[in-house]
C-alpha cells in the first residue's frame, strides 16, 4: 500500500488534481485526441459530483498531498430489489500507484458509501483485455457472468 494513502471524497479544490486523471482513464479507453470527449461533458460530470439532488458520487486516492487515483459511482434503483444498487462506473489510478493497493481501496471505499446507504449490491464493468485491473477483480468481487450489449440511439 502507498505511504499515507487516503481515501476521501473528491472536494471542489481537487479539480486541477482530478483532471489529468480524469483524461488518463478517457485515454486508456480510447476517448482521447479525435475521439476525446466534449468537454462539456467532462464540465458535466464534473459539476454533477458536488450537486445533492446527482446519485453521481466521486473519491479520490490521496498520497502526500497529491491525487493518484479516482472512482465515480452512482446509485440507482432496480427491478429486482427495495434498496439501491451502486454502479462503479469509473475507477483509475496513475501508472506509479498500481500495484500497491489504491485501486483495492478505492473500491473498498465504494463498498462502504454503498453499505451507508443500504446499497447491498456493487457492481461494475471493465473491457475484456483489461487483464491487469480484471486480476484485482477477481480478488474482490465475483464475475457475475452477464455480458453487456449496447447500442447506440
Not at 464534473?46 to 458520487?57: C, I, K, Q, T
Request: aromatic share 14%; net charge negative; hydrophobic share 40%.
Amino acid at each position: 500500500m502507498t505511504d499515507n494513502l487516503r481515501i476521501r471524497p473528491l472536494e471542489k479544490t481537487d479539480y486541477p488534481q482530478w483532471l489529468p486523471l480524469w483524461d488518463g482513464y478517457n485515454a486508456f479507453y480510447g476517448r482521447s485526441s479525435e475521439t476525446a470527449l466534449d468537454p462539456a461533458i467532462t464540465a458535466m460530470t464534473w459539476s454533477r459530483f458536488f450537486d445533492a439532488y446527482e446519485p453521481v458520487h466521486a473519491l479520490v486516492a490521496e498520497s502526500e498531498g497529491r491525487l493518484i487515483g479516482l472512482t465515480h459511482y452512482l446509485f440507482h434503483r432496480s427491478t429486482t430489489m427495495i434498496q439501491p444498487n451502486c454502479y462503479l462506473q469509473d475507477l483509475f489510478t496513475n501508472a506509479e500507484a498500481r500495484g500497491k493497493g489504491v485501486g483495492r481501496a478505492l473500491i473498498e471505499g465504494v463498498y462502504e458509501a454503498a453499505r451507508a446507504v443500504g446499497a447491498p449490491r456493487v457492481y461494475w464493468m471493465t473491457h475484456e483485455t483489461n487483464e491487469t485491473a480484471m486480476a484485482l477483480y477477481d480478488k474482490v468481487a465475483e464475475k457475475s457472468g452477464f455480458l453487456v450489449y449496447r447500442k447506440m440511439v
